[in-house]
Nanobody, 126 residues
């Protein structure tokens, strides 16, 4: 069992930045590819970013490419999502996810998460 706890959400102005964190516990962090998803009101949950077990490769949705950066700190069992140049359309609940099915150095999307966090709200005002 893996527990994922997100933090760092909140209110930002358009053009601003936020950094989300996801702390993992309960199992070996390095055994999981990690990802971020988001769900806006009235919309389906969508993929945002992913990072391999080794942190050697990252993947992004086209809508966030060049603005968001995913990273992981193995020593802290934490994955981050640095969000820059925020837009109102980035407003959503952001979820952290862990996927044990992917190989160490590459990911064939989509992620198929075994575990999800509870989500953290991000609101971007215009």
């Amino acid at each position: 069992q893996v527990q994922l706890v997100e933090s760092g959400g909140g209110l930002a102005q358009a053009g601003g930045s936020l950094r989300l964190s996801c702390a993992a516990s309960g199992h070996t962090f390095r055994n999981y590819a990690m990802g971020w998803f988001r769900q806006a009101p009235g919309k389906e949950r969508e993929f945002v970013a992913a990072i391999t077990r080794s942190a050697s490769s990252t993947y992004y949705a086209d809508s966030v490419k060049g603005r968001f950066t995913i990273s992981r700190a193995g020593a802290k069992d934490t994955v981050y999502l640095q969000m820059n140049s925020l837009k109102p359309e980035d407003t959503a609940v952001y979820y952290c996810a862990a996927d044990s099915s992917k190989s160490t150095y590459s990911i064939s999307l989509p992620l198929v998460p075994d575990y999800w966090g509870q989500g953290t709200q991000v609101t971007v005002s215009s």
